[in-house]
């Protein structure tokens, strides 16, 4: 059986409430009294049972984070960000992957408040988060990362500047020279696919053609199918646009050898090895989950203000993908 405060008092020869001083720091206690309940305290192994201590503040110290996938290295820097900034406040972080399943979010937000975890933050798999209606009504803040809630759902939200970031990819293209810009891009279900996808044919304007244009999930065979259908056009693209980091090293397999001047959205581990390498337009993971986290940790704190819908910039990182 694990100790306890009655265990340490027997020990130490002291009241219980003496023990419960020491431990809690808390003043009216001799020093000589204080260090043989510190001295028993070692001697038994105890330590202080801190969800009962949470509990009886109405918490439970826990926070529930619901990712895409935790296997992806986007999604692993982000976490990362939220559980260095939950845990230096005294928080548990709890985390589960939707495997971008709207089903599989519900089940795991539903898990969290079964625990009672005092905060959530979500990267949203679908577009309805009415289900999460009865928990923000009894006060169970919850932050938006990534992508926003889906409608008729008032939350905190944190993304990066998307349609931005695709505008400086194109606009460096068409910088040099090009005029046929081919974009693949994740199924336009995905708010931010459709965001980079507004942001591409928004920079390209009348040079926009449907025809080099691909919006579904990254596998190898369907994106070596479009780049073989764009490159049998009479006008074929002279460059490309990939819609995220999975999508540039996915369109890098299926060209094999064939050279065609590249930006790719998200960097990705190597990029700067590759011979050339690829530019990318950065958006910083690490920022987006410690941004959401003190977001959410003022919520918890008391903060009642008007939500907050935070869109966090992005770089051009120019390696000579386009440039060579």
């Not at 309805?128 to 992508?147: C, K, N, Q």
């Not at 259908?229 to 890098?252: E, H, K, Y």
Request: with cysteine; hydrophobic share 40%; aromatic share 6%.
């Amino acid at each position: 059986m694990r100790p306890t405060m009655n265990d340490v008092a027997r020990a130490a020869g002291v009241a219980l409430k003496t023990v419960s001083r020491v431990v809690n720091g808390e003043p009216g206690v001799n020093e000589s009294t204080a260090a043989r309940v510190r001295e028993a305290i070692q001697q038994l192994g105890y330590s202080r049972n801190e969800g009962a201590r949470m509990l009886r503040r109405g918490r439970t110290a826990t926070i529930g984070l619901v990712i895409e996938d935790v296997g992806d290295p986007f999604y692993a820097g982000l976490s990362r960000a939220v559980e260095e900034s939950v845990i230096r406040q005294g928080y548990l972080l709890l985390t589960g992957s939707s495997g971008e399943d709207p089903g599989r979010e519900r089940e795991l937000v539903r898990a969290f408040c079964d625990r009672r975890v005092d905060g959530l933050i979500v990267i949203p798999a679908g577009n309805d988060h009415t289900y999460l209606r009865p928990e923000l009504d009894a006060g169970t803040p919850a932050v938006f990362v990534d992508r926003p809630p889906g409608p008729g759902i008032d939350a905190d939200t944190v993304v990066c500047d998307n349609a931005g970031g695709a505008a400086l990819a194109v606009g460096h293209l068409l910088r040099h020279g090009h005029r046929r810009i081919a974009f693949l891009g994740d199924s336009p279900s995905i708010f931010t696919a459709t965001e980079r996808l507004r942001g591409y044919r928004e920079t390209l304007g009348e040079l926009y053609d449907e025809r080099l244009v691909t919006m579904r999930p990254a596998t190898l065979e369907g994106v070596r199918a479009d780049l073989d259908r764009m490159f049998a056009l009479d006008d074929p693209p002279t460059a490309l646009f990939t819609g995220n980091g999975r999508f540039t090293m996915t369109a890098l397999r299926a060209l094999a050898g064939r050279w065609l001047p590249l930006v790719g959205f998200d960097d990705f581990e190597l990029a700067d090895l590759l011979s050339p390498g690829v530019t990318v337009v950065a958006q910083d993971p690490a920022g987006l989950g410690r941004v959401a986290a003190e977001l959410l940790l003022r919520r918890i704190g008391g903060d009642d203000g008007p939500s907050e819908h935070l869109r966090l910039p992005v770089r051009l990182i120019v390696r000579g993908s386009v440039e060579r």
